[in-house]
């Protein structure tokens, strides 16, 4: 019998239809995986289990949970469902916490409520679940706040209170999503431990294929509001029978097509980074001791070709940002020097840099917040050619910004839209055309697809590849995403704790790692040919 | 969660269907364009002329011929109300004027900079914030004289720090942006952006904390009148109205309920105006309806 039973559902926000005929079921001890792009109602589906809708939404269908009817559940009866029988895991364990309350007070919050029990009983229960989820008592006393934890000890918070009450099912929206790869891989562990202790229902919601694989015993294919393709995980994705779910698994594993890599051996090189460290001022833990510094990149040196891609991977923390501001002269190294193009870039003034900058530009991870969303598309564009000598007039500027929107794939007629009537990956097409259309040498690409759908990301590492070809820029590609590496790169850094720990071929190093970074790295990413293979392998 | 729940930009449109729903912008706006109107009425017409003594109509209650009565010197009160609202609106007005056009730039060039000259800044605006605003202005009124210029300076210059906070606290919240950083990438002054990306960001903060200042500006400018430090007669004004009435109170009750309601009317207009707007630009304070 079904744990959790959902059957025709349809669901409309004001005039939108959100869901259409979604059917679903989850049984206990079985790990159910939701796959689709942003937008096709996978959050929503989650909620409306959880009766979290917003008040426009109206839902009609059957949701059946333990036998009861979810849409026809009083307020009263869902308050004692959810937390109790049905858990709930977000995917930013940034804003899941509240700031202000200690980890033990949230972990033994909803075991007070719907048990009842005392405030020290209660501290009991949620000092053995933080235990379970790796927070032991030593370093994680129940009094801590979560400013004082890092991400992915605030999702082992987050599913301690999911998991506090041993519920029937737990859900978990993109768990892992905000998690560099190693922690995605202990947080998935976990998650796996807890299914196959207590024989929980686990609906796994992720637009990561490679991950929904390695979890899930069945999967759940979701487009629009509609179910594409449902069924056993392993079968689903080797047969591939529907075209979306092929076009979805080819996505996740694309790799653009690009010419031989530019020759790299000889030349003068483009960028030179020489023994470059940050420090940032510590926290003073005494009036009258001097605070220690904390290093964030350490004595890093690298150089690359005209031309060349270069990823830079490491976990989240390592300092690769960081370095990245430097090489873009927007932070200031505490020792060391950084030459673009021969000149030494670091201590100049801001006038002094402009022929640099020129060179240099850079794409962020976050194609939302990357905009002024009070200025119009041919301003935000066009903003790099402030740093030309010769300012270009106003029909000069337009026609540069339209080649440069033709360059990426928008038309130019979008130049007099505002940044918000653009998708996610149209707005970032336009950060790569206010990368480019000063024709830099040299594009910083800071986790420039991470934020992006399987699908869209394969369209903009194309886009970068092309462009790489086409203009001869180089670039480097900062991420912890691995398969990105692979895709689009010549050379990988490994970087970890500030230092640069290995480096070489990209192919080499990631079918090869000698550095434990590197092959913690390379062991912990999801790999969909890999998954969908062991999954075969455990079925015979 | 990935509810990307896109926060459209509003259109020009949409932000006037929603303010025509907002009941406290509504309010608020007719109020003041009421008050307004009144104050710019007075400069062509008035009932009657309000520097013209006529003893023989002294302290009348209100009548057909005077609606608000008469005071002490046979004044009709109407016309001192509508003559009283042009000084008080341009006392306040210019004054949240000098405190915006000094504490913004102040504010944006603080939060811009960092360091020890936004810490040195904004030490020296706490400095003027701990005085209380109305007591200060007395002592600036009486070292350099009563009259409308004086107040004007004095409340204005209490408006300053108020306004370089909000400035930049508002920079701050948006100068780690994204959007901040590519600008710099492409080369711009940090002057630049401040002008070009953190202003607009910042402006309907700024509007905002701009009608509650202006509220504040018509309160202390009664309050300064009321002493006698505003402005001089025969010039009418709310404060001093106030200030004639009070001997009067028992058989005059008018002269004083009505300069009283004139100013009680005007700030709970300005509030309220102030709330709506925050209501309706503030993506955040939306509620389902």
């Not at chain 1, 007070?112 to 009983?121: D, I, N, P, V």
């Not at chain 1, 000889?266 to 009258?288: A, H, I, N, W």
């Not at chain 1, 839209?417 to 653009?422: I, M, Q, R, S, V």
Request: contains cysteine; neutral net charge.
């Amino acid at each position: 019998m079904s744990l959790l039973e959902i059957e025709n559902l349809s669901l409309t926000i004001g005039d939108t239809q959100i869901l259409k005929g979604m059917e679903l079921s989850v049984a206990p001890g079985e790990v159910m995986g939701l796959v689709g792009e942003s937008g096709s109602g996978k959050s929503m589906t989650a909620l409306t289990v959880m009766r979290l809708l917003p008040y426009a939404a109206r839902a009609s269908g059957r949701v059946s949970f333990d036998g009861i009817d979810i849409l026809a559940a009083t307020e009263d009866q869902m308050c004692a469902l959810r937390g109790d029988d049905v858990g709930m895991v977000f995917q930013e364990p940034m804003t899941a916490l509240n700031p202000v309350k200690t980890i033990g007070e949230q972990v033994a919050e909803g075991i007070r409520w719907h048990t009842k029990a005392t405030r020290a009983g209660a501290e009991e229960r949620a000092r053995r679940m933080l235990d379970r989820v790796g927070l032991p008592q030593a370093k994680f006393p129940l009094s801590r706040y979560p400013h004082e934890l890092s991400g992915g000890q605030r999702q082992r918070v987050v599913i301690a209170i999911a998991c506090a009450l041993k519920p029937k099912l737990l859900i978990a929206d993109e768990p892992t999503t905000a998690l560099d790869v190693v922690l995605q891989a202990q947080i998935l562990d976990l998650l796996r431990d807890l299914v196959a202790e207590s024989r929980m229902g686990l609906l796994l919601i992720s637009h990561d294929l490679a991950v929904v694989t390695e979890m899930a015993d069945r999967i759940t294919i979701l487009r629009r509001g509609e179910v594409m393709e449902a069924g056993d995980t392993a079968r689903t994705l080797s047969e591939q029978l529907h075209p979306y779910t092929r076009q979805l698994a080819q996505a996740s594993t694309h790799v653009p097509a690009r010419a031989r890599p530019h020759d790299t051996s000889q030349g003068k090189p483009l960028l030179q980074v020489e023994g470059v460290t940050r420090d940032y001022p510590g926290r003073r833990t005494s009036l009258f001791k001097r605070a220690v510094p904390i290093r964030a990149v350490d004595d890093v040196s690298l150089s690359m070709q005209p031309g060349q891609s270069v990823a830079l991977v490491g976990r989240s923390g390592c300092g690769k940002s960081t370095l990245a501001r430097m090489i873009l002269a927007l932070d200031k190294p505490s020792s060391g020097a950084i030459r673009f193009r021969g000149e030494t870039t670091t201590g100049k003034s801001e006038a002094e840099l402009k022929p640099a900058r020129r060179d240099m530009q850079v794409v962020f991870q976050d194609p939302y917040g990357s905009f002024d969303p009070r200025q119009k598309v041919e301003k935000l564009v066009a903003e790099p050619l402030h740093v030309l000598d010769k300012k270009p007039t106003r029909a000069e500027r337009r026609e540069m910004v339209a080649h440069a929107l033709h360059e990426v794939g928008l038309d130019q007629r979008d130049m007099d839209k505002y940044p918000h009537e653009f998708s996610g990956g149209q707005r970032q097409r336009l950060s790569i055309a206010r990368a480019i259309i000063t024709r830099p040498k040299l594009v910083v690409a800071d986790e420039p697809v991470s934020a992006l759908d399987v699908s869209i990301r394969a369209q903009i590492l194309d886009l970068f590849a092309e462009l790489n070809q086409k203009l001869g820029i180089a670039y480097l590609f900062i991420t912890h995403d691995l398969t990105v590496a692979r895709a689009i790169t010549d050379q990988v850094l490994v970087m970890h704790d500030g230092k640069i720990v290995e480096r070489g071929k990209t192919n080499e190093v990631l079918d090869h790692p000698q550095s434990e970074a590197a092959k913690a790295l390379v062991a912990a990413a999801p790999d969909l040919h890999r998954a969908i293979a062991r999954r075969m392998q455990e079925q015979g | 969660m990935t509810l990307h729940i896109d926060i459209p930009e509003e259109t020009m449109s949409g932000i006037l269907a929603k303010a025509f729903r907002n009941t406290a912008f509504v309010t608020g706006f007719v109020i003041t364009v009421l008050i307004l109107a009144m104050a710019l009425v007075s400069y062509v017409w008035t009932p009657y002329d309000v520097t013209k003594l006529v003893i023989a109509d002294k302290t009348q209650g209100p009548s057909l011929a005077h609606w608000f009565g008469t005071d002490h010197f046979g004044r009709d009160i109407l016309s001192m109300i509508m003559v009283g609202a042009r000084n008080s609106i341009a006392v306040a007005l210019v004054a949240v004027g000098i405190g915006m056009g000094v504490g913004v730039p102040l504010g944006a060039f603080a939060a811009a900079r960092g360091g020890l000259i936004d810490e040195a800044l904004m030490r020296v605006n706490d400095l003027v914030f701990a005085f209380p605003a109305l007591l200060s202005a007395i002592m600036i009124t009486a070292i350099f004289g009563p009259g409308a210029v004086n107040a004007i300076i004095a409340i204005g210059i209490f408006n300053i720090p108020v306004f370089a906070r909000v400035a930049r606290a508002g920079a701050l919240a948006i100068w780690p942006r994204e959007f901040i950083l590519a600008a710099r990438a492409a080369g711009k002054s940090r002057t630049q952006i401040s002008i070009e990306h953190v202003l607009p960001n910042i402006a309907t903060l700024l509007l905002v904390q701009g009608t509650i200042q202006f509220a504040l500006g018509i309160l202390a400018e009664a309050g300064l009148s009321y002493l006698g430090l505003g402005a001089q007669p025969p010039m009418p004004s709310w404060g001093r109205m106030l200030f004639d009435a009070q001997t009067r109170m028992v058989v005059a009750p008018w002269m004083a309920i009505f300069p009283g309601m004139a100013i009680v009317i005007t700030v709970l207009g300005l509030n309220l105006l102030g709330d709506g707007i925050a209501d309706i630009l503030d993506p955040k304070s939306r509620r389902q309806r």
